[in-house]
């Protein structure tokens, strides 16, 4: 069974399935064989455009709905209140669930103040369309506004990290104000797989360059949330709560990091912490 991750009142699985670039059959499928196996955090978007197939794949694989935790997102594009309503209402309908388990800003808005969207999101657990609510890619900075406007706890940021990018004060400042953090891109999109360090550690404990990428985040209480479509390495990602690095091996692999680790950087980004 995988363990779970508290925070301000939520019991998030330590290890979900990433869902993006999944689509279709492939999606369905996946999506039922990691349920099937036991899995039980899936993290879908509207922007992946698989919210139909995600909610499909939970069907399919016969796991009752309440053993599973599902988090969708909300594009910075639906951010202006009546947008942002009709986009959740959209979400759900096609996962074909009355309710999320958690709720998340994708990318903090470019134009908009955060006062007018984190009303609408703590609206949304109200209204009971989510359990929870959380941000993703939020800053120290953004976080800290947030927090101030927010009537209902935030319980998660979802960011991206992996050996090749420092997050060390960002992870420190979700650490503080109790939020989870969701580790995206948790094996740089297959990156750290080609990472000799990661494969030297690996071999030591019997596993891969990237059961070590997530079990480095684990054990920096990251939650990871690889993507992958392939049986093998489906079940490899849910098999790191049998080992343990050492203070070495976690030490080393932080040396990884470099300035140009950064992969997911799109216009809307905002100004990430330094
Ligand atoms: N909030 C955000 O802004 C944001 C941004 C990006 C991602 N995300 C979320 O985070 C999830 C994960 O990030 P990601 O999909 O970008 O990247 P990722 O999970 O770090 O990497 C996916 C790639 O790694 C490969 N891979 C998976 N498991 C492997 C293993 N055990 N050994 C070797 N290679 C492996 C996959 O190969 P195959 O192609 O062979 O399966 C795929 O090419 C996304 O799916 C999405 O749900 C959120």
Same mark, same amino acid.
């Given at each position: 069974?995988?363990?779970?991750?508290?925070?301000?009142?939520?019991?998030?699985?330590?290890?979900?399935?990433?869902?993006?670039?999944?689509?279709?059959?492939?999606?369905?499928?996946?999506?039922?064989?990691?349920?099937?196996?036991?899995?039980?955090?899936?993290?879908?978007?509207?922007?992946?455009?698989?919210?139909?197939?995600?909610?499909?794949?939970?069907?399919?694989?016969?796991?009752?709905?309440?053993?599973?935790?599902?988090?969708?997102?909300?594009?910075?594009?639906?951010?202006?209140?009546?947008?942002?309503?009709?986009?959740?209402?959209?979400?759900?309908?096609?996962?074909?669930?009355?309710?999320?388990?958690?709720?998340?800003?994708?990318?903090?808005? #470019?134009? @908009?103040?955060? $006062?007018?969207? *984190?009303? %609408?999101?703590? &609206?949304?657990?109200? =209204?009971?369309?989510?359990?929870?609510?959380?941000?993703?890619?939020?800053?120290?900075?953004?976080?800290?506004?947030?927090?101030?406007?927010?009537?209902?706890?935030?319980?998660?940021?979802?960011?991206?990290?992996? #050996?090749? @990018?420092?997050? $060390?004060?960002? *992870?420190? %400042?979700?650490? &503080?104000?109790?939020? =989870?953090?969701?580790?995206?891109?948790?094996?740089?999109?297959?990156?750290?797989?080609?990472?000799?360090?990661?494969?030297?550690?690996?071999?030591?404990?019997?596993?891969?360059?990237?059961?070590?990428?997530?079990?480095?985040?684990?054990?920096?209480?990251?939650?990871?949330?690889?993507?992958?479509?392939?049986?093998?390495?489906?079940?490899?990602?849910?098999?790191?709560?049998?080992?343990?690095?050492?203070?070495?091996?976690?030490?080393?692999?932080?040396?990884?990091?470099?300035?140009?680790?950064?992969?997911?950087?799109?216009?809307?980004?905002?100004?990430?912490?330094?």
């Amino acid at each position: 069974m995988v363990p779970l991750i508290e925070a301000h009142g939520a019991r998030i699985p330590a290890i979900g399935l990433g869902t993006m670039t999944l689509k279709g059959g492939v999606c369905i499928q996946t999506v039922s064989a990691a349920l099937q196996m036991g899995y039980r955090h899936l993290d879908t978007a509207t922007f992946y455009d698989n919210e139909r197939e995600v909610g499909e794949g939970l069907r399919v694989s016969g796991i009752p709905r309440d053993e599973v935790f599902i988090t969708t997102k909300v594009r910075h594009v639906d951010l202006k209140p009546d947008d942002f309503e009709r986009a959740v209402e959209n979400s759900l309908s096609l996962l074909g669930l009355p309710s999320v388990d958690l709720l998340l800003i994708h990318w903090p808005s #470019p134009d @908009l103040p955060l $006062s007018a969207y *984190i009303p %609408a999101l703590c &609206k949304a657990k109200r =209204a009971a369309q989510t359990k929870h609510i959380g941000v993703a890619n939020f800053t120290i900075q953004l976080l800290d506004e947030a927090l101030k406007i927010a009537d209902e706890p935030l319980v998660s940021n979802q960011i991206e990290a992996h #050996p090749m @990018l420092d997050q $060390s004060k960002l *992870i420190a %400042a979700c650490k &503080k104000l109790g939020l =989870a953090i969701t580790a995206y891109c948790p094996i740089g999109r297959g990156k750290v797989a080609a990472a000799e360090v990661l494969d030297r550690i690996g071999a030591k404990h019997g596993k891969s360059g990237a059961q070590v990428s997530l079990r480095w985040l684990i054990q920096l209480g990251l939650i990871p949330i690889p993507r992958t479509s392939n049986p093998d390495k489906l079940k490899q990602n849910l098999n790191v709560f049998d080992f343990e690095l050492n203070a070495g091996e976690m030490a080393e692999i932080a040396t990884l990091k470099r300035p140009d680790g950064r992969i997911v950087n799109p216009p809307q980004a905002p100004k990430w912490d330094s």
